[in-house]
């Protein structure tokens, strides 16, 4: 602190808190949330590496069953995630929480997944991304009735309209060349089916688990997404037979990294 500083001075330099813009007398101040060029750049990789996974999907369904697939992602990024869960103390997690993560896990990652693979056998990828990018919809509509302190706002909306606008500009190649027809219906709705349990999993998040540390809310997760979709493979998928490509182990290594690990770690 140099001469002359106050102590106030000094912590409203370096304080985090809220910014409040100028109001006129007799009201109240309005708080501005101070969004970071980190937290920026955490979401930008976010959208970036989400939105190129679904042709990599496409490209692993190729030669690999959607299901064995899906589970060979997750397993691959379970297994990256873990030193960095132990660093963060997963083993000092409680029970309580471990389960609870366990359990969304299954909502965030098993189910959606199964349905998102097993879609894409059907739907083409720019439709797939269009269906998907409904996600910012259910959630807003889920938070409204699960978090009391989530108000749903016509900006809100408006901002999730603009999204979904957003994906279909940029599919609109893909989505002049997809098809239709029974199949493509049923796949369809199983992608929005799976935009929404997404959806859900992510208010749960929002409801006594903020205390747990990024890394092990990631790695908890998606282990055990990855253990339902181990077991799901088993079942439905013993008799189908699977290609070892080049293109299939990119798709692998890729979705698994880029896919899952990095971008679940910068969401969280």
């Known amino acids: ?4 500083d106050s ?13 409040m813009s100028p109001c006129p007398a007799g009201r109240a101040p309005v708080h501005r949330p101070v969004v970071s060029a980190r937290v920026r750049l955490a979401w930008l990789a976010c959208c970036v590496l989400w939105g190129s ?3 990599f999907i496409k490209l692993g369904l190729r030669d690999l069953p959607p299901l064995r697939f899906a589970a060979l992602r997750m397993t691959l990024a379970a297994l990256l995630l873990l030193p960095f869960a132990m660093r963060a103390g997963l083993l000092r997690s409680g029970r309580t929480a471990a ?9 965030q990652i098993g189910v959606p997944y199964a349905l998102l693979f097993a879609a ?19 959630l807003l509509l889920l938070a409204r009735v699960l978090l009391p302190a989530q108000p749903l706002s016509p900006a809100k909306l408006l ?10 500009v940029l599919q609109l190649p893909a989505l002049r060349s997809a098809g239709a027809g029974d199949r493509a219906a049923l796949g369809g709705s199983l992608i929005v089916a799976a935009a929404v349990l997404v959806a ?4 749960l998040v929002r409801r006594g688990l903020e205390a747990v540390p990024p890394a092990v809310l990631t790695f908890g997760q998606v282990f055990a997404g990855a253990a339902l979709l181990i077991v799901l493979a088993w079942t439905l998928e013993g008799g189908r037979s699977a290609s070892w490509t080049p293109g299939a182990a990119v798709a692998v290594v890729y979705l698994a990294i880029c896919g899952t690990a990095v971008p679940y770690l910068l969401l969280f």
């Open 1 to 4: 602190m140099k001469p002359g």
């Open 7 to 19: 102590p106030l001075a000094n912590r409203k330099a370096t304080s985090r808190e809220p910014e």
């Open 53 to 55: 996974t679904w042709l």
């Open 99 to 107: 389960l609870r993560v366990g359990a969304i896990g299954l909502i």
């Open 120 to 138: 894409q056998q059907w739907v083409a990828s720019g439709l797939s991304a269009v269906l998907f990018a409904t996600f910012p919809v259910w």
């Open 159 to 168: 901002a999730a309209a603009l999204g979904i606008a957003g994906i279909v």
């Open 200 to 203: 859900l999993a992510n208010v």
